[in-house]
Structures are given as C-alpha cells and as structure tokens.
C-alpha cells in the first residue's frame, strides 16, 4: 500500500517499491469536497522505508470552472511563478466577480491577488501550502483582502504544482484534517446567487429595451396619422 498523508488514507498500487519511485497517481477528490473537482496528482516516494505519495500537483478542473464562471460576471486568471520557503512553484489564481467589471477593476483584482501570494507562500513550506489549499485556510486568507477591491463570488487556486517535489521539506500533516466543504458550497451558493442576479439584470435591461422600441413606434404610428 501507498500512504497518502493529506488525505488520511491508503491506496494499494501494483509494483514493487523500485519500479514504483517517481510514478504518479491522480486522485478526484470531488466527493471528499462535495462537488468541487479538484484533481490531486501525487508522486510516490519512498521514506523510511516505506511508499508515500506526496502532493506534486492541485488543479481544479474545467468541469468545475464551467459551473463558476457564469454569464453576467467577470473573470480574472494569472499565472505565475513564486518561491516557497523550500523550493519555486507555479500558481494560477482564478477570481470570479459578483457582476461585470471594468478591466481596470480585473487588472487591480490580478495585481493584489499576486502581491498577496508572493508575499503569503515565500514564508510557507510546498506541502503546508497543498494542506492549506485542501482545508481552505488559504482562499479563507486571500478571498477578505480582495474583497475589498470589489465583491467576489468565487476566489480560490486553479493550478497550483511543483516540478520537483523531492525537494519538498517534510510537513507533519493533521490526519484529521476536515476539507474545506463548507467553503465549497459557500462557494458555490454565491456564484449562482451572482449569475441569477446578473441574469435577471439582463431581462430587465432587455424588457426595458423592447417597452422603449414599443413606445418609439406608437409615437411615430400617432404622428405618421
């Protein structure tokens, strides 16, 4: 068996400890996270004798973006890389606003979210980071100081990966840790809260439009006659 540190559990894999060494495993973590589809890869190592499969990778998948990022709201990405305490990591950010912004707002959004991650990661080790993205300790950090800027209806880590976590200083992991479920739906609540206000903005707008058109041609009908 496989130990798997963050997530409190074991996977049996096929192999013998040598051909097993650097090998990945990809793991969905949606029902642990109820809903949210945040892939796991990790790479097997070997410590102290034994095979532990350590975070290498987070990504948040399409399937789940697709159900954040809805009409009416405006989106921020960046990607970047930045140092932790022990080794250079890639990290891309995805912010979802509460309505349509303008791109000076995004572009204020984008700059503050990298100033306060450069800041945030390069006094933490790789592997506290993975654990912080998987109990949410670390969007409950950011999400507040972006706020600020403008409404949020989603902040969290699309990507975030090492190329070599053999360099990864040792992190002593709460097994029973709780993930961020709370968050997630919060999440989640929050952002078809913004696509249904935003949704119903647009059938104003567009009720509004149609009565103007209505009225314009009764005005020219009664003047024609």
């Given at each position: 068996d496989v130990s798997m540190p963050l997530l409190g559990e074991s996977v049996a894999v096929l192999g013998s400890p040598e051909s097993l060494q650097g090998r990945t495993i990809k793991m969905d973590l949606a029902r642990k996270l109820r809903g949210k589809n945040l892939e796991l890869?990790?790479?097997?190592?070997?410590?102290?004798?034994?095979?532990?499969?350590?975070?290498?990778?987070?990504?948040?998948?399409?399937?789940?973006?697709?159900?954040?990022?809805?009409?009416?709201?405006?989106?921020?990405?960046?990607?970047?890389?930045?140092?932790?305490?022990?080794?250079p990591v890639t990290v891309k950010p995805l912010l979802v606003t509460r309505k349509k912004v303008s791109r000076a707002i995004r572009n204020h959004l984008r700059k503050e979210c990298k100033e306060f991650l450069v800041s945030y990661l390069k006094e933490k080790n790789f592997l506290e980071v993975c654990y912080e993205l998987f109990t949410g300790e670390l969007q409950h950090a950011m999400q507040p100081k972006l706020k600020k800027i403008y409404p949020l209806a989603f902040c969290d880590i699309r990507v975030f990966e090492t190329k070599d976590v053999s360099k990864a200083a040792p992190f002593v992991i709460n097994v029973n840790a709780t993930p961020a479920t709370a968050q997630v739906e919060d999440q989640m609540a929050e952002a078809e809260a913004a696509s249904a206000e935003a949704t119903a903005l647009v059938e104003k707008s567009a009720k509004s439009s149609a009565a103007a058109k209505e009225e314009k041609s009764k005005t020219e009908s009664a003047e024609s006659a």
């Open positions: 890869t990790l790479a097997i190592m070997q410590k102290d004798g034994k095979l532990e499969a350590v975070p290498k990778r987070l990504e948040l998948l399409k399937s789940f973006l697709l159900r954040i990022v809805r009409k009416g709201t405006s989106y921020v990405e960046d990607s970047f890389k930045v140092q932790c305490k022990d080794l």
